[in-house]
C-alpha cells in the first residue's frame, strides 16, 4: 500500500503537469483524413457545378423542348447565386445567348463570338451518351436476372441498401459521388423516410413569395413568356455578382434591346410576368453602370418610363397636370406596386442629377408630367402597408431628385371639401409627406438612409412655397407654451427632430437643423428660442452664426411677419436658460457674500486654471471672429495674469519641495 508521502508526491506531479498543460493550452492532432476528403469533396464539387454551367449553357443553345429548356434555365438560375461559379456564365457567349433567350437581342450567337468550351461539351455529350448506351446494356441484364430470381426469398435488407453498398465496393470515387447522393436523394424524397436530406431551396424573391402561387402561375404561362422570365432572373444574378458581366453587357450594347423591349410593352393590356425582371435588370444597369444610365436618359428614358408608370397605375386624366383620384379606387395590386417601384429606382438613377440645374420648356413640361402622376403615388394605397411605405419612400426619393420649381404640381390641384388646406392652397400632398416622417421618425431603424432624403425634400419645399413653410411649420413648430422641459425631450416631431439635431452622423444632424432653421426663417433668435443655443450651437458654428444674426445663406425672401408668442411663454420668457431652451430651478448664487477683493481673487484663480488647462493642450480656448465663426483665443495665452499663475504655480513646487526636506 502506497505511503502518504508519496501520495502526496504524486499528486505534486500531476498538478505541475496540469499547470503546465493551463499555460500552454495547446494540443496536438494528427491531420485527420476526413478532413482532407472534405476539402477535396469541397472542390470536386466546385468543379461539378462549374462543369455543370459550361455545359448547360452551350446546351440551351440548340433546339430544346420548353418544358426542358425552363428547368436548364432555373438551374443556372441557382448556379448564378455562387460568384465561384459565375466563370462559364459571363463568357460573351453566355451573355449573348441568355440574352436572345430574353428577348434583348436576335442576332445569331455563332457569327458573333466563338465559343471556347466547344470541345470541352462535345466531349461531355459523347461521355453522356455512351454512359447512356452502357446503362441500356446494365437494365437489360437486370431484369433478366429479376426474372430468374422472382420466384425465392426476397433478401432482409432494403434494395436501396443493396444498391449503395455495390457502389460502395465497386471502389470507383465518381460513382459514389455522383450516383450514391442521387439514389439517397430520390429514395427519400417519395417514400418519406426518417431522414428527408433534400437540397434547401433559395431565397425567393420577395414579390413571388408572397404570392405564393408561382408553380400555378408558370403553369399557365406560354412558353416563349416563360422562358424570357427564367433568362431575366438568371441575368439579374448575373451581374449583380459580377463586375466583369456589367462590363461585358455594356460593351455588347445590350442595353438598347432592353430599351425596346420595356418600351414595347409599355402598351400591352395585360403585361407579362417577365416585365419586372427586366425592369429589375434595368434597374441593376443604370445602378451599376454609369453610362448605361447616361445611355437610357438620352433615349428618351425619362419619357418611356413615365408612360410605363402611367400604364401600371392606369392613370386617368383631369386635367394637363392633374391625375383623376377616384377614393373608390382599389388599391394597388402586389404584382403592380412591384413594377411601379422598379420604376421609380430606374428614374431616379436617370434624373438624380437634374435637382439643380434649370430644364427647358420641354423637360419641364415631361417633369411636371411625371410629378402629377407621382402625386397619386403618395396618395394612393397598396393592399399591404409594408409596401405603401416602400411605394411612399421611392416616390420621395424621385422628387428629391427633380428640378425643384417642377414640384408646384403637387400644389395646384383644386381643393376638394375633406382636402387639407393652407390658405386657399391644397396641402394633401403635405399632409402625407408628414405623415410619412414621422413614421420614419418612428421607426428608428437605418435612420440616416430613411430620413435624409424626406428631410431633404420638406426643407427645399419650405423654402420654394410661402403656403407649405406655414403648413408644416404649424405641424411641427407650434407656438411655445410649456417651456418646463428641455426642448429634445418628449415624442413631439419637434422634439425628435431637435434631438437629431445632435446626432453623431454630420449629415444626418444638418438635415434636421436645417428644416427647423428654415422654418424659424432663418432667424437665429427664433431658432435658439425653439431649440436652445445647446442644439442650435452645431449649425449656427456651420454657417458663421454664433455671433447673432449675420448675412443670410440663401437667396430666399421671407415675409417680415412676427412669432407672436403665447400668455404661457411671456410669463417665464425671463426666466428660460438660453442653452437649455427651459426653466431652470432657481439655484443660490455662489459669490453671496463674498467681498469685491474675493471676486477678484476668485476670477484670477479661474483664469490660471484655464490658462494650465490651455498650456497642456487639454483644452483649446476658442472665441468669435467677426464673420461669426470660431477661432482660437491666442489672447489667453498672451494674457499678462499668465506670468503670475506660472511664477505662483513654480512657488508652490518649491514649498512642496521644501515640506519634503
Known sequence: MPSVSSLTQRRGKDGERLEEFRKNKVRDYTDSDSDLDEYDLEDRGLILRQNLGVVLVRFIRTEVKCHLLRVCLRTLRILSRDQKVLGPLVTDSALLTLAKLAGLTTSDISDEVSDPDSDFYDNIIASLTETKVLQGHTNEDEAEAETNDQNEEPPAFDEDAKSDISITNSGDLDSISWFGSHRTSINELHRGGTHHR??????????????????????????????????????????????????????????????????????????????????????????????????????????????????????????????????????????????????????????????????????????????????????????????????????????????????????????????????????????TLLMFMERRL??????????????????????AHRETRHYIRKYILPPLRNVSQRPEEGTTVKSRLIRLMTHLDTDLKHCAADLIFVLCKENVSRFVKYTGYGNAAGLLATRGLLGGQGPRTSDTQYSSDSDSDTEEYRQVKDRINPVTGRVEAEQPDPMEGMTEEEKEEEAKRLIMLFNKLSRDNIIQPMGVDEEGKLVPMSGLKENPLSEEARSESENDGETEEGDKD
Open 198 to 431: 433534400v437540397l434547401e431551396r433559395g431565397r425567393r424573391d420577395r414579390r413571388e413569395s408572397k404570392m405564393d402561387v408561382e408553380e400555378e402561375v408558370e403553369e399557365l404561362e406560354s412558353g416563349e413568356e416563360a422562358k424570357r422570365k427564367e433568362a431575366m432572373k438568371v441575368l439579374c444574378n448575373v451581374v449583380y455578382n459580377s463586375a466583369w458581366a456589367q462590363e461585358r453587357f455594356s460593351a455588347l450594347r445590350l442595353m438598347c434591346g432592353l430599351i425596346e423591349r420595356v418600351s414595347s410593352s409599355v402598351s400591352w393590356s395585360n403585361p407579362s410576368s417577365a416585365q419586372f425582371y427586366e425592369l429589375r435588370f434595368m434597374f441593376l444597369m443604370t445602378a451599376l453602370r454609369p453610362e448605361l444610365s447616361t445611355q437610357l436618359k438620352q433615349e428618351g428614358g425619362v419619357s418611356i418610363l413615365t408612360a410605363a408608370l402611367e400604364s401600371c397605375l392606369e392613370v386617368q386624366w383631369k386635367d394637363q397636370y392633374e391625375c383623376v383620384l377616384d377614393p373608390q379606387t382599389q388599391p394597388i395590386s402586389l404584382e403592380t406596386s412591384q413594377r411601379v417601384t422598379e420604376i421609380l429606382k430606374i428614374l431616379f438613377n436617370i434624373t438624380h442629377s437634374t435637382h439643380k440645374q434649370d430644364p427647358s420648356e420641354d423637360d419641364a413640361a415631361l417633369y411636371r408630367h411625371l410629378v402629377a402622376i407621382l402625386r397619386l403615388c403618395l396618395l394612393r394605397k397598396c393592399l399591404l402597408s409594408e409596401d405603401t411605405d416602400e411605394l411612399q419612400g421611392h416616390t420621395v426619393n424621385l422628387l428629391s431628385a427633380l428640378p425643384l420649381q417642377c414640384l408646384d404640381v403637387l400644389l395646384t390641384v383644386p381643393l376638394e371639401p375633406d382636402s387639407e388646406q393652407c390658405k386657399g392652397v391644397n396641402m394633401d400632398c403635405v399632409h
Open 442 to 463: 418612428e421607426a428608428g431603424d437605418k435612420i440616416k438612409e430613411k430620413l435624409t432624403p424626406i428631410l431633404n425634400l420638406l426643407t427645399e419645399s419650405c423654402r
